[in-house]
């Protein structure tokens, strides 16, 4: 196989991060923009040992599960990497993409893998959305999403993943910074300062954020652009503007230091009947029907009788804790971002929750802390980023010996590499149940249900 080789093939399913998977000669060749039947020329655009990757030249025949009529730029975006396919078969794919990787990578046989959950709504359901600032083809200035594996802007007027709201205060700031004159940051240089537009809509209460992130100590004639986000018809309630200085060069979505601009520095929302108060650094679910679904499908794998003591590792500002507390005699949070343990201790307060009490620090510091005090978990709740589990963190849970741990995962590869552990230190894998939280991309969380050998 060399580069630049020419081959016809048939797409046989879709790999993790959502390039279809065929093979030529033996080798596996990962094809991006593919659909499972798709029958198709490549091109061989890169061959590394073992495996290599392609580019379609013609395609012959399209798949019955292809769609084309979802967005008009999916194809170079890298917001939607599923948009091509149909939902139904969607879901089907996502199954797959866990099962293989507890069979690949954690070394389970017959995957206990359920069907994954539908989400209710497989367009406009993003309640958070990041536009970078770039420039259009003609120089003009724009926002968007980054193509696939690059910082190239694809400009948008419109991301059917978000609300129309979202794209509407895109525009607001746009206007902002072509009639201020603000420059736009440049990754090579560190100079400029737009960066990007950060928006939060709460569903159940109706409220707006939006956040303005510059490499700047201040904006200019920050009251312009309260006036024209202000100004823009939305069946939500602008309640926080803020300017979020971010002046490192990486590649982080927002910097640490935020300036209140219009209303307050938080949003809230209310989900499964409790309110929750969001700040801008908040982790929270960017789907909120189907993240109902998701924490009452976790608790139903705890299957709490209103006895037990609940860890929660990871928290964030405390959804699942506090969904959990209804069902508990006592909850721990612990999480390692100060802005979300305030928060989570504020969600407590305001839904007059008594019997849950939140930690801050780093699982990995604070579970082995608990551990060595002597406190025994029933359940343990675990909601890692997609870097998983730390390995102390892991052995603390070993250590604590609870009954269940309910893992809740947004990579099936970390939860396949953690899983593994704890069904190599006396637990099994009994259940997992993918959730799309995420229509349209390759991305796929997950609830699984490890208990204690007996």
């Known amino acids: ?92 794919i996502k199954r ?40 259009d083809a003609d120089g003009a200035l724009a926002g968007g999403f980054y193509a696939p594996s690059s910082h190239s802007l694809v400009p948008l007027t419109d991301c059917k993943q978000g609300d129309e709201t979202v794209s509407r205060y895109l525009a607001a700031a746009i206007e902002y910074l072509q009639e201020t004159g603000t420059s736009l940051y440049d990754e090579l240089t560190h100079r400029g300062a737009a960066r990007r537009l950060f928006v939060r809509l709460a569903e159940g209460t109706k409220e707006a954020m939006v956040v303005m992130t510059a490499n700047a100590k201040k904006l200019k004639q920050p009251e312009l652009l309260v006036e024209k986000l202000l100004s823009v018809p939305s069946p939500y309630t602008l309640t926080s503007i803020l300017f979020n200085r971010h002046t490192k060069a990486d590649n982080l979505l927002l910097g640490k230091e935020n ?83 305030e928060n989570a201790k504020e969600n407590a307060m305001r839904n007059n929750i008594k019997n849950a009490e939140f930690i801050l620090g780093s699982a990995e510091t604070i579970a082995p802390q608990l551990a060595e005090k002597g406190i025994r978990p029933d359940v343990i709740c675990i909601d890692p980023p997609r870097k998983g589990a730390d390995a102390m963190a892991l052995d603390a849970i070993i250590k604590m010996a609870p009954e269940k741990v309910v893992y809740v995962s947004c990579n099936p590869a970390t939860l396949a590499r953690d899983a593994k552990y704890l069904c190599a230190n006396g637990y099994s894998l009994i259940k997992s149940i993918p959730t799309d939280m995420f229509p349209n991309t390759s991305h796929i969380e997950c609830c699984a249900l490890l208990c204690r050998n007996r």
């Open 1 to 92: 196989m060399e580069k630049g080789a020419r081959a016809l093939v048939t797409i046989e399913s879709v790999a993790a991060g959502g390039s279809g998977v065929c093979h030529v000669d033996g080798m596996t060749v990962f094809v991006p923009q593919t659909c499972p039947e798709d029958q198709a020329e490549i091109r061989i655009d890169r061959v590394k040992s073992g495996c290599a990757f392609g580019t379609v030249t013609k395609l012959l025949e399209a798949s019955p599960f292809r769609r084309i009529d979802f967005c008009p730029v999916s194809d170079r975006c890298g917001g939607c990497d599923l948009a091509h396919i149909s939902y139904e078969k969607q879901l089907t």
């Open 96 to 135: 797959q993409i866990v099962v293989d990787a507890l069979e690949r990578i954690g070394g389970f046989t017959d995957a206990p893998v359920c069907e994954t959950l539908a989400s209710p709504r497989s367009m406009r359901y993003r309640n958070k959305m990041v536009f970078p600032f770039g420039r």
């Open 259 to 341: 300036k209140v601009l219009y209303g307050r520095d938080y949003i809230e929302d209310i989900l499964g009947g409790l309110r929750f108060r969001i700040a801008a650094h908040s982790f929270y679910q960017i789907n909120a029907p189907q993240t109902e679904n998701l924490y009452n499908t976790a608790l139903s794998l705890a299957d709490l009788s209103g006895h037990e003591t609940v860890l929660d590792l990871y928290c964030g500002i405390g959804t699942i804790s506090l969904f959990a507390a209804g069902q508990a005699k006592r909850v721990i949070g612990v999480e390692i971002v100060p802005s979300a343990i």
